[in-house]
């Protein structure tokens, strides 16, 4: 809903600067909309991706496309940026908002938005969903000062996942008593959605697909970059082969990385075929959202072996369709979403021959299926709607100076 600034006399205006609109984001920000009611919510994407059919609140449209930057060395965190700057988001959203919502720290965007909203007296809210604190402190320090210098021009801080309230606490330095928690629905409600629709049998799914009836099937979901651990998979899968006699297929849906250095597809195609990975490793690319949700529904393991991510939806996305779920310690839903154990298992990050012992490990039917109801049962708690939205219009009472309850 593309409108003008229109205002009654005296509404409330919430402007929240946001990636995108896509429909995980818009389908919150309709939720968040109507829990601060009288309140007037707008967004501010930063880039133009934006699903239409579920935007039902004013947004400032985007011409932005966007490119990525990707960052790594030895012995740091490895960084993604959105390196373009959507300056004409950042000054309308500090000049028509009374109350300034980073939905996420939006890189330069996100700093220009929260100076130009602080000249102007306007308080100004993070939403947080942070790495684990060891992995947080081995980011670069330009990162981490330049991250703190955001936030400690925030009013209010909203914590969306477990492990955000230490990162911020002992790493940052924030004060408590400026948290709120809203529980980071994470898209649930897409994709629970999209299940609903899937009336196909496991058994019709994987022959559309071409997946082996019996076979063990591992789906890596995700952008096909370095720091989401795709090579470790490659590895841990020729690990794999080395040592069973079972069946398994290694399937990997997610777009082709446009990032300088970053290698593309067909250079993971060639060094799966170059390990003796041919049968075994399937390259798919990019799939839309009702054929991943297919893909999902008929697979038997998530593995995203991450070097760095803070709550990775496709963990929830998998866990809904009752996968067992492994990742590593470097995720910020390690010892939450994702217990060792419970719902998955947990390795180090850029191991291939632990990550090669834990697929190892789930070639047992059994425990596919006491660790993958473990995981269902965690979303299912965790990415609650209503407590989210609730939070959210907590924070943004707390920070216009209104009565917003204790965190």
Same mark, same amino acid.
């Given at each position: ?6 205002n009654?006399?005296?509404t409330?205006?919430v402007?929240f ?9 818009a389908d919150?920000l309709?939720?968040v ?8 919510l707008r967004?501010y994407?930063v880039?133009r991706?934006? +699903? ?8 400032r449209p985007?011409?932005l ?7 790594? +060395?030895?012995?740091?965190t490895?960084?993604?940026f ?5 300056w ?8 028509e ?12 965007t ?5 100076a ?5 007296g306007?308080?100004v809210?993070s ?5 684990p ?5 081995r980011?670069?320090?330009?990162v ?6 955001l936030?400690r021009?925030?009013?209010?801080h ?14 940052y ?10 529980p980071?629905?994470?898209g ?6 999209l ?8 058994e019709?799914?994987r ?8 076979a ?28 069973t006699?079972?069946a ?8 082709e ?6 290698p593309r597809?067909?250079?993971y ?12 490793v399937?390259?798919?690319g990019?799939?839309?959202?009702a ?13 995203l ?29 390690a ?15 850029g ?6 012992? +834990? ?10 299926a006491?660790l993958?109801a ?5 979303a299912g708690?965790?990415?609650?709607s ?6 959210f ?12 309850? +204790?965190?």
């Amino acid at each position: 809903m593309e409108t003008s600034r229109v205002n009654e006399p005296g509404t409330l205006r919430v402007g929240f600067l946001t990636y995108d609109l896509q429909e995980a984001t818009a389908d919150c920000l309709s939720r968040v909309a109507r829990a601060i009611r009288p309140a007037e919510l707008r967004a501010y994407p930063v880039l133009r991706r934006v +699903a239409a059919d579920r935007v039902d609140f004013a947004y400032r449209p985007s011409r932005l496309e966007g490119a990525s930057l990707l960052v790594s +060395a030895p012995d740091s965190t490895p960084e993604g940026f959105t390196s373009t700057i959507n300056w004409g988001a950042a000054r309308a959203c500090a000049r028509e908002s009374d109350v300034v919502v980073l939905f996420g720290l939006q890189g330069g965007t996100a700093l220009v938005t929260a100076a130009l909203a602080r000249l102007r007296g306007r308080p100004v809210v993070s939403v947080n969903q942070t790495l684990p604190p060891d992995a947080e402190r081995r980011r670069r320090w330009w990162v981490r000062l330049l991250k703190g210098w955001l936030l400690r021009r925030c009013a209010v801080h909203v914590v969306q996942t477990p492990v955000s309230r230490d990162t911020l606490r002992e790493v940052y330095g924030l004060d408590p008593a400026t948290f709120v928690d809203a529980p980071f629905e994470s898209g649930a409600a897409v994709f629970q959605s999209l299940y609903a629709g899937v009336t196909e049998s496991r058994e019709a799914i994987r022959a559309f697909f071409g997946w082996p009836p019996d076979a063990c099937v591992f789906l890596f979901v995700g952008n096909m970059v370095r720091f989401k651990g795709v090579e470790t998979v490659l590895d841990a899968a020729a690990g794999l082969k080395s040592k069973t006699n079972a069946a398994f297929r290694v399937v990997f849906l997610g777009p082709e990385s446009n990032a300088p250095g970053e290698p593309r597809l067909d250079d993971y195609r060639s060094r799966a075929a170059a390990a003796g990975l041919s049968g075994v490793v399937e390259i798919a690319g990019n799939r839309p959202l009702a054929e991943l949700a297919r893909a999902y529904r008929a697979a038997d393991a998530l593995v995203l072996p991450t070097r760095k991510d803070c709550w990775p939806k496709v963990l929830v996305e998998g866990a809904l369709a009752g996968l067992p779920l492994v990742t590593t310690t470097a995720c910020g839903a390690a010892g939450s979403l994702v217990r060792d154990g419970e719902t998955g298992v947990l390795v180090p990050p850029g191991d291939p021959a632990a990550l090669a012992a +834990a697929m190892d490990r789930l070639l047992d039917p059994a425990l596919r299926a006491r660790l993958g109801a473990g995981a269902r049962e965690a979303a299912g708690t965790f990415c609650d709607s209503r407590l989210e939205a609730d939070g959210f219009a907590r924070a943004v009472a707390r920070a216009a100076g209104r009565s917003g309850g +204790a965190a």
